[in-house]
């Protein structure tokens, strides 16, 4: 089974920046597709950006020329760069691995609030 946990948010101003980490053990990081999804409070869990094994992306569009998401292999680890961040941008940020079709891993969670 793969082990996520996820680290870096917090409290951030409009405009500014921040970086999520997700550090993967217990299986082969990467033979997965790796994705960061988001969930604010009374809304449903929506995808933000998801990298191959291959390392090609996918972004929704709301983040797209904001965010970059990568992986660094060597070190099983996901990364989320986040810049520009708005309001909007507030949620519980997760980090998900997939393997296949069946095969899906969650880590716990990390807040990022964007505010004055």
């Known amino acids: 089974q793969v082990q996520l946990v996820e680290s870096g948010g917090g409290l951030v101003q409009p405009g500014g920046s921040l970086r999520l980490s997700c550090a993967a053990s217990?299986?082969?990081?990467?033979?997965?597709?790796m994705g960061w999804y988001r969930q604010a409070p009374g809304k449903q869990r929506e995808l933000v950006a998801a990298i191959t094994a291959g390392g090609s992306t996918n972004y929704a569009d709301s983040v797209k020329g904001r965010f970059t998401i990568s992986r660094n292999n060597a070190k099983n680890t996901m990364y989320l760069q986040m810049n520009s961040l708005k309001p909007e941008d507030t949620a519980v940020y997760y980090c998900?691995?997939?393997?296949?079709?069946?095969?899906?891993?969650w880590g716990q969670g990390t807040q990022v609030t964007v505010s004055s």
């Open positions: 998900n691995a997939q393997y296949g079709v069946d095969l899906r891993y």
């Open positions: 217990g299986s082969i990081f990467s033979s997965y597709t």
